[in-house]
């Protein structure tokens, strides 16, 4: 039932832009709030989602964030955030959609605009994507990643 569940939150997260709390994921399943909260826990573990710390409440389901970042994407009319400039073209990829992405660079905190057309990686100012972390140590500290 997890994978259940994980696709239910995915869904959720996607269409409106934040994630289910635990008791709606519970009423949806037909599980008691503490089944629904371990079931959160155990994705958490296995890094299918990612709660915030030292609570229930999701804060990560990659490559979608809970909390407003630097990474703003839009498609059709949802505003998403992602994690990183990664997750940032990640959203497009994941939804096969267009996508209009807004991101503070982030050491001069300028905008930088880029787009997804046809799958295709439209950046209007240039630039690059820097990883300050190489993906072996990104599940150290993923939040800070």
Known sequence: MDWDIRLFVY???AS???PPAV????RHFHLAVPGAKRALHRLHRSHALFLRPG???ILMANPLSAVATDY???VGKRRLY???AWDALGIPAML???ASIQARHPLDRDLVHFSIEDGRLS???GGIVHFAKPFRNWYDDLIDT
């Open 96 to 98: 096969h959609a267009d």
């Open 72 to 74: 703003q994407v839009t």
């Open 23 to 26: 008791e709606e994921i519970a």
């Open 55 to 57: 609570s229930d409440d």
């Open 82 to 84: 992602a994690n990183c």
């Open 123 to 125: 950046a209007e100012s």
């Open 11 to 13: 869904r959720l997260f």
């Open 16 to 18: 409106r832009g934040f």
